[in-house]
């Protein structure tokens, strides 16, 4: 039993039916005893809807509002996926960086990762639980 972390970017995710096929690639790696991962960016192009959102509000927006603003796009993402999941009578947890805690240097736009607090993903995968979390930067 090893531990898997699966990436799926903004298009692989971007409707309800690719979603059911990203499902099927986490229950893949489940189901071969794997502990899972997963890393998501928001479906299709809600990170560029939210970033033409905020240039209505203003052309220079605080970096951490940024960063808070366009990572809701992905925690929806996780959030569809856990559901989907747990429908499908797997059991699975979103996470965001905040809740495992990922702590970052203050270099908002393009934060360093200091340190993860592994022990909360490891528990869960004790219980068997899929994780999943979103990233917060774009790339």
């Known amino acids: ?31 071969r005893k794997n502990n899972v991962a997963v890393i998501v960016s928001a479906q299709g192009k809600t990170t560029d809807r939210l970033i033409t959102e905020e240039k209505e509000i203003t052309s220079s927006p605080n970096k951490r509002e940024h960063d808070v603003l366009v990572s809701t796009g992905e925690q929806i993402t996780i959030s569809k996926l856990a559901i989907m999941l747990n429908e499908m009578g797997y059991k699975a947890i979103s996470l ?10 203050e270099n908002f736009g393009n934060a360093k990762i200091k340190s993860i607090r ?22």
């Open 1 to 31: 039993m090893g531990i898997i972390v699966q990436k799926f970017g903004g298009s692989s995710v971007a409707t309800t039916e690719k979603l059911k096929k990203v499902c099927n690639h986490i229950i893949k790696e489940y189901e």
């Open 118 to 139: 592994a022990k909360t993903i490891l528990d869960l995968f004790e219980k068997r639980l899929y994780c999943y979390y979103c990233r917060f930067s774009r790339n």
């Open 96 to 105: 965001t960086g905040w809740q495992i805690p990922i702590i970052t240097d």
